[in-house]
């Protein structure tokens, strides 16, 4: 038998690596880089090369499961889809009209698949609840907040120009171990290596002495959670001193004036000790940001996941902004995705702004944001009686049994539910409680175009993959479409591809409303006849692409013929299509209501004086973060061979100096808690870790009874998110603190 060649963007992070996949028939023989791809040349991880063995994975899920007697048993889709409507309906009827019974979780993979990002939100709609949670706000909410007040939408984020700047300070991620975040760029060591190699300088800011920070030409140990603090001392210098130069950037700018007040007191030496960082070394971190020439702040994980998240993502834009790299070539800058840019549609440079907590969580009141509430509210919503209360609950590629704060308490909550309905690739740690399970494709067997990803990329790339092999299981869009028909009442043997044909329009009668856009003016019917035969998720990626900024639009007259872009050309072009560097944007790209970008919002200026209590207050005693490993994929990836191979990975990472000061010793076990509950887990002692500090990676604890994993389960690890907190969030954004936890650690008994 002979072997076939096939090319594929890699959806299993943000890196968007291009593969070079050799198979027979389907079958997996090797994965390498694709040398050829115009962003990645080659570059590829361990993921990636493990993508054969995901295809393969016996456990991965190929039909419907659902619970008779108890027990997840195989069904089929008509089965599976009539159990829905059997269990829903009456429950939907009993709940007299309150929408909100049904709870929804939405997870990562979401943002990895056209499917979770075209077709997903009409199953949401369906629902009509207001009771939805992501992966979101444990991860970047707090950075989608503070770019939506300063440039007015959500995705508006400023992405660090890593190929053309000369100093980059990098706080709380590791792009290493990672391959980056909020950031789409393969090769992360290659391209700060070229920094180096051009002169220029990194910074690492982080509490460990992570893989960033070794490469690094510089590296500071940071008390978690002080980031904001480090940031506004280097603001009050960049002020103080009279470093702050905006430059042309001025004239887009409003509440310049601001910010020296409201940051005056937050000096080197007031916040040194809180942050432990010397003030002198602030002071030359400001000095040397303002000196470079082209300088770029980014932060991640670490400084959103924390108490003051929201604060620290304002405060890495107004510095970018005031040494006058924001919008600047080796800034931070705003890329210009050919498809589906949410800051590229409707009228250029002003816009109804961003609101924040238009509503609250009906227990604690913890603020909606972009239509989720934050989901460390998700177990108190599920346990307290009342009108509002959630009886039902769909997870759609999530694991929030492990992703989650307090899962211990979420798992008890999961428990008392009447309904959950889980679409996902495995019976994972959550899923192995629902009462029916839909199984997602291969990722070798869908379609696959980053339209998330490269709204946040270093380069303006538009890459599509066809499927490799045909699906063996149902298209996600169509489930979704048909979850969605059962919750609006219409039963299980809806007509899917109406539904589809009313998805698609919608976006044509957007894009016809649109000024500017080719389809103008259009009929909305007319925008779909000219898209052929294409249907799901491709024909409104075709759509978007060919009315996005480098669109080749929707035929001869409005169209901008045979260099513009296309989802037939994009099928032509397997390696990509590079569309350059990033571009200045401002201010077309501004949807704030002054057209300007807003340097000091209110609702974050409020926030402050918090933040002061916090550089006086010494929190004293251990505090756990977390970290990744370059073969992890949160919890979801540790049932591949390949991946789980060598020394256990979940272990707890401590200074020395605490080791010895607590008793413990490399290699015994640790007793770790706090308020949330206690695990006992492996230690670690290792210098790359500051003292009062503890580390322990997410997405363990595969040891539960009832998930089909059986790599993962023979290398359990533990779940670090039974120590972190639901009751400590972000002020701002209700975001979940999962770095910065206090905890209580000694030696096993
Ligand atoms: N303590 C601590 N907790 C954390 C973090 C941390 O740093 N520290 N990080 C947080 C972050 S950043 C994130 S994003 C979350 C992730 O949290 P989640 O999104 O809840 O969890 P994942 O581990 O990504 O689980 C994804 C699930 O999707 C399934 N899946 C994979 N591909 C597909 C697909 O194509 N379709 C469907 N339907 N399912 C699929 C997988 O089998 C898996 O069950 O975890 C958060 N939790
Ligand atoms: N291999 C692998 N890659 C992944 C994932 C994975 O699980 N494994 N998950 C993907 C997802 S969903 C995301 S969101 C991204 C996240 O990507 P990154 O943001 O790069 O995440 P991490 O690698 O966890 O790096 C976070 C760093 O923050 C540090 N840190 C913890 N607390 C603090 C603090 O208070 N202040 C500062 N300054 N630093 C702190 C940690 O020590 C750690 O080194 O990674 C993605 N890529
Ligand atoms: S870095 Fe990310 S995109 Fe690249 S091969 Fe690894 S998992 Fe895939
Ligand atoms: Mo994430």
Request: hydrophobic share 40%.
């Amino acid at each position: 038998m002979s072997s076939s060649t096939h090319i594929a963007t890699c959806p299993l992070c943000e890196a968007t690596c291009g593969l070079e996949i050799t198979h027979v028939n389907g079958e997996v023989q090797k994965t390498r880089g694709d040398r050829e791809d115009v962003f990645s040349q080659g570059f590829i991880c361990p993921k990636g090369a493990s993508i054969g063995e995901l295809h393969a994975d016996p456990d991965r899920l190929t039909t419907p499961l659902v619970r008779r007697d108890g027990e997840l048993v195989e069904a089929s889709w008509e089965e599976a889809f009539a159990y829905v409507d059997e269990r829903l309906t009456p429950l939907l009827a009993a709940a007299e009209g309150d929408r909100d019974a049904v709870g929804i979780y939405l997870g990562n993979p979401n943002a990895h698949t056209l499917d979770g990002l075209v077709h997903l939100r009409a199953m949401i709609k369906a629902l009509g609840t207001r009771n939805v949670f992501s992966a979101t706000s444990v991860d970047q909410l707090p950075k989608q907040i503070s770019s939506a007040l300063m440039f007015g939408a959500g995705l508006s984020i400023a992405i660090p120009d890593i190929d053309r700047t000369d100093h980059m300070l990098i706080l709380g991620a590791n792009p290493l171990a990672s391959n980056g975040s909020l950031m789409t760029a393969p090769n992360y060591r290659g391209r700060l290596r070229a920094i180096q190699e051009r002169g220029g300088k990194v910074v690492v800011v982080d509490p460990r002495r992570s893989r960033t920070a070794e490469l690094a030409d510089e590296h500071h140990f940071i008390r978690p959670g002080r980031d904001a603090l480090l940031l506004a001392g280097i603001v009050q210098v960049l002020l103080a001193e009279d470093l702050a130069d905006p430059g042309e950037l001025a004239a887009h700018l409003d509440g310049f004036d601001e910010l020296a007040p409201a940051l005056a007191s937050f000096t080197p030496e007031g916040v040194a000790a809180s942050c432990g960082i010397a003030a002198d070394e602030i002071r030359r971190m400001a000095r040397e940001l303002a000196a470079a020439e082209r300088a770029a702040v980014y932060a991640r994980i670490g400084t959103t996941t924390q108490e003051f998240g929201t604060v620290a993502s304002w405060l890495v834009d107004v510095i970018n902004a005031i040494t006058g790299n924001l919008d600047s070539d080796g800034g931070a800058m705003f890329p210009l995705a050919a498809a589906g840019q949410t800051n590229a549609n409707g009228a250029p440079g002003r816009g109804r702004g961003f609101k924040i907590a238009r509503w609250g969580s009906r227990v604690r009141g913890l603020g909606e944001a972009f239509g989720e509430l934050p989901v460390a509210a998700l177990a108190e919503e599920i346990e307290t009686e009342g009108p509002g209360r959630i009886r039902a609950m769909f997870t759609i590629a999530g694991n929030p049994l492990l992703s989650t704060p307090n899962s211990g308490r979420l798992r008890a909550a999961f428990e008392s539910l009447e309904l959950m309905v889980s679409v996902d690739a495995y019976v994972n740690e959550t899923t192995e409680l629902a009462d029916v399970i839909f199984p997602a494709p291969s990722p070798l067997a869908r379609p696959h175009y980053d339209l998330a990803f490269y709204q946040l990329s270093v380069r303006n790339i538009a890459n599509f993959t066809p499927p490799m092999v045909s699906s063996e299981v149902e298209p996600e869009w169509r489930t979704f479409l048909r979850l969605g028909a059962i919750a609006a009442g219409q039963g299980p043997d809806a007509d899917v591809d109406g539904f589809d044909d009313l998805v698609a329009f919608e976006v044509a009668r957007r894009e016809t409303a649109t000024p500017g856009s080719p389809a103008e003016g259009m009929d909305p019917a007319a925008v779909l006849a000219a898209l052929g035969e294409r249907r799901g998720p491709e024909r409104v990626l075709d759509l978007m692409l060919r009315c996005g900024p480098y669109g080749a639009g929707l035929g001869p007259e409005g169209g901008r013929g045979e260099e513009g872009l296309c989802l037939d050309l994009l099928e032509r072009s397997p390696h990509g299509i590079d569309l350059g560097p990033l571009r200045p944007r401002l201010p077309e790209m501004l949807r704030t209501a002054s057209g300007k970008v807003e340097l000091a919002p209110a609702e974050i200026l409020a926030d402050l004086p918090r933040l002061e209590r916090a550089a006086v207050s010494d929190a004293g005693g251990m505090v756990l973060i977390g970290r990744r490993h370059l073969r992890s994929n949160n919890s979801w990836m540790h049932n591949l061979p390949h991946l789980v191979r060598g020394k256990p990975r979940c272990t707890m990472q401590v200074s020395p100096a605490d080791a010895s000061r607590l008793g413990l010793i490399d290699g015994g076990e640790a007793s770790v808690s706090s308020r949330a509950g206690s695990i006992r887990i492996p230690v670690e002692v290792t210098d790359s870790i500051m003292d009062g500090v503890v580390s322990i990676p997410h997405g363990w604890g595969h040891d539960t009874d009832g998930a089909r994993l059986e790599v993962a389960g023979a290398n359990a690890g533990v779940n670090s998110n039974l120590l972190s907190d639901d009751t400590l969030v972000d002020a701002l954004s209700g975001n979940a603190v999962l770095n910065g936890v206090p905890v209580e650690v000694a030696p096993a008994a």
